[in-house]
């Protein structure tokens, strides 16, 4: 693996399927009194979060936690990044404090791919603006894993399961990171949205492309519903939230066209009534809140290998 | 250095024939084979191509206003380094170069620095703003006698506006030059919209964005019969719209800056800003197209677009660092990769791009002349056969924001004359 996660392109299908097998591992961890291991003892994790994302930053926090490391958390709200300091400003003030690992989360997108070139430690990219979400894709791939396949199994990857992704594409840095790490993982994935929400290149990327969601779920092993910003409507993306709840929210009556066995999924945070009727998200189908679960474990599996930590105790073969 | 005597010896005059060249009092008195040097310094050109002194129509040399980018002296000392012998400078200065004493005032600087001849171009419009024109007439009867007039950085949008503008400058030969966006259409852009820009999440920057301004732009300048300049064509759609006006013989002109000669947009992928320009940087396909318009004739100009910026202003994210690229000291060396090694041009065709038509286009009388005895001793000296050498800013220019810098690129520029007083010899600056 290399040293950062910046992309889920820059993961190959063994990293991937080690990376879960990783996270299988670490899963009894949570079902423990003491969560706690003590493989990152000494080490330090960074939180940078340039952009307010409660759930993302906790769910670093407690996965690097339950490894032991010590945790700064950095929010530029209120900090010098407020007075102007620059990004590399940032990124040597980190370096000279001796991150181990820094996880970023940022407006811009490629800020990781700068961090990169000005920290030595480790960059985790926790979403970066329009670009990239690659340990929600891991986590999500996890869950696939654990729903389709069975708790516990390690080894596998996602030949052949169907994923429909359904949402604004186009600005979507889950979308990006699931296509890349889904159909690398041999999943087929394909992208559901208005034209207007998806990208103009969209045909060369390694996933189908369809406006039209109904037709989809029928073919669907997983639907992934993805948050649309009602934003976007006054940049004319489409016409009103009505409109595009009517076109491709996911309701009851449409799950209802879904196999048996599909799951609903949502990284969250969701906008109930809009993307996603509230009884869908409630539904035994849906996979919201284990997806927060396996966040941490997925992430905790992101740290220790990223910085090596010492062998996994009683949790190794 | 005093204009004093020159004996060149032995230099190719763009292409054709080695011979001397002798400059005295500023002109070229004399070519042929075997001059007497009667006293005059002698500089050995052999293996040296003579072309006469390159005139940029786009420059930005910040002054006044961003000092700490680049200032007139500065930036005139890498456009000589480049072989360049005028420039044309950009108006978006801080002042804007919207009024009389603004254009004066580089023009002033530029006489006082001596490395190239400065013609500053004048705003459009007050303050770039788009809203009202700017005195255009008080600007062309300055001393500056300004007639390429643009809002580059920014397009004059308003169709009304951009007709009244092509319109009044009929009044003293001016041209607009205009810089074809789309404010609408580019909203939030930041790269070429296609497979690089949905791959990186940055948000596009579409060619349909120019194509439309550039389409409306000839029909305008058709209309009311006035010259249109169009900036740093970077899309095979506008290559064709361009083509199509000028077989209709519509007073319409046109530039490619070197990097769209050279570079795509997926030099991107490492997020790098050193490769943020506007307009973006676009695919093989269009660089093939553009170089074939240049070929061609289509496009008439290759203009550097230099804008350098500060350190700090490229070492951020994407989105936050400022546009633009560096360009005056390689443009020549890039022109000799991208359209001479490939065959689409010869020394005749480089004199052409690089001098004749830009100062035609920029109405400079005293520049772009062929090299001939009476003529303005204003010359380039360039080695073709210098060993293809890795660029590194050679720190002349006040900023380092290359997008060239550690490719090889094939030439070297040894020696700059204006009006027959050297600014740069072997490779350097000569201080004035």
Known sequence: ?317 | MSAASWLIRGATLAGGDPGDIAVSGGVITEIGAHLDAHGAQVLDADGLIALPGLVDLHTHLREPGREDAETVETGTAAAALGGYTAVHAMANTEPVADTAGVVEQVWRLGKAAGHADVQPVGAVTVGLNGQHLAELGAMADSAAHVRVFSDDGKCVADPLLMRRALEYVKAFNGVIAQHAQDPRLTEGAQLNEGEMSGRLGLAGWPAVAEEGIVARDCLLAAHVGSALHICHVSTAGSVEIIRWAKSKGWPVTAEVTPHHLLLTDELAAGYDPVFKVNPPLRTGADVTELRQALADGTIDAVATDHAPHPVEAKETEWAEAAWGMTGLETALRVVHQAMVKTGLLDWQGVADRMSYRPARIGRLTHHGTPPVAGAAANLTLYDPAAPAEAVSPSGASKSRNTPFAGMELPGRVVATFLRGTPTVLDGKLIRA
């Open chain 1, 1 to 317: 693996m290399n040293r950062h996660l910046i992309s889920a392109e820059d993961l190959s299908r063994d990293d991937v399927v080690l990376i879960l097998d990783t996270a299988e591992e670490l899963a009894s961890v949570a079902d423990r009194p003491i969560k706690k291991l003590p493989t990152l003892r000494g080490r330090t994790v960074v939180n940078l979060f340039f952009e307010d994302s409660t759930r993302t930053r906790i769910s670093f926090e407690a996965a690097a936690k339950r490894l032991s490391a010590d945790v700064i958390n950095f929010s530029a709200k209120g900090s010098s990044v407020a007075k102007g300091e620059s990004l590399k400003d940032t990124a040597l003030t980190l370096e000279a404090m001796g991150a181990d690992a820094v996880v970023i989360r940022h407006s811009a997108s490629g800020a990781p791919h700068r961090l990169a070139g000005w920290v030595r430690g480790s960059v985790v990219n926790a979403g970066d603006g329009t670009h990239e979400h690659p340990t929600q894709a891991l986590l999500d791939a996890f869950t696939i894993r654990r729903r389709l396949r069975g708790h516990g199994q390690t080894g596998q990857a996602l030949d052949g399961v169907r994923v429909t992704i359904a949402g604004d594409v186009l600005h979507g840095r889950v979308a990006r990171s699931n296509v890349l790490l889904l159909s690398t993982l041999g999943a087929q994935v394909t992208l559901v949205a208005p034209p207007t929400l998806m990208p103009l290149a969209v045909g060369s990327w390694p996933c189908g492309v369809s406006y039209d969601l109904d037709s989809e779920l029928p073919k669907s092993d997983v639907v992934m519903m993805l948050r649309v910003q009602q934003e976007r409507m006054s940049a004319a993306y489409f016409p009103s939230v009505r409109e595009y709840r009517r076109r491709y929210g996911l309701d009851a009556a449409r799950m209802a066209r879904l196999p048996d066995d599909a799951i609903v999924m949502h990284p969250g945070p969701m906008n109930r009534g809009v993307e996603i009727a509230a009884d869908v998200a409630d539904s035994p189908r849906s996979t919201i809140v284990e997806q927060v679960a396996n966040g941490v474990t997925v992430r905790m599996a992101v740290l220790y290998l990223l910085l090596g930590g010492a062998e996994l105790p009683a949790v190794t073969q």
